[in-house]
C-alpha cells in the first residue's frame, strides 16, 4: 500500500521561504512524474508542481518562479522549495505521484503539511 508522508509546513511572514519534503513508501517513484498538489482553505486541491522522469520541472503559473521542485529517486521523495510566499500560498500540501495530463494516480493521500502565510 502506498504512502505519503509530507513534512516541512510552518507559519512564515509574507516573503519568507519554506523547504517541503515528501517521502513516498511502498511504490517506487523512479518510473513516474511526481508532484505537489495544494488545497487552500474552503477550496479545491490543485497541482502546483510536476517534476518529470528526466527531472524536468514544470509550474502552476500562481508560483512559477518562486517555487522550485526536486526529485531525489534513491530516497523516494519530492521536495518544494518555496520562495518569496505570498497569503495566497496558504493551504494543506500534499504530494502524488502523476502528472497534469492524468492528475494523481493514487487515490490515497498524505495527511499534509500545513503552511501559513500572514501578510
Known amino acids: 500500500q502506498v504512502h505519503m508522508m509530507e513534512s516541512g509546513g510552518a507559519s512564515v511572514q509574507a516573503g519568507g521561504s519554506l523547504n517541503l519534503s515528501c517521502t513516498v513508501s511502498g511504490h517506487e517513484i523512479t518510473l513516474d512524474p511526481v508532484g505537489w498538489y495544494r488545497q487552500p482553505p474552503g477550496k479545491a486541491r490543485e497541482a502546483i508542481a510536476i517534476?518529470?522522469?528526466?527531472?524536468?520541472?514544470s509550474y502552476a503559473k500562481s508560483v512559477e518562479g518562486r517555487f522550485t521542485i526536486a526529485r531525489d529517486n534513491g530516497a523516494n521523495t519530492v521536495y518544494l522549495y518555496m520562495t518569496n510566499l505570498k497569503s495566497d500560498d496558504t493551504g494543506v500540501y500534499y504530494c502524488?505521484?502523476?502528472?497534469?495530463?492524468?492528475?494523481?494516480?493514487?487515490?490515497?493521500w498524505g495527511q499534509g503539511t500545513t503552511v501559513t502565510v500572514s501578510a
Open positions: 502524488n505521484v502523476g502528472d497534469w495530463t492524468f492528475g494523481p494516480i493514487f487515490n490515497t
Open positions: 517534476v518529470s522522469i528526466f527531472h524536468r520541472p
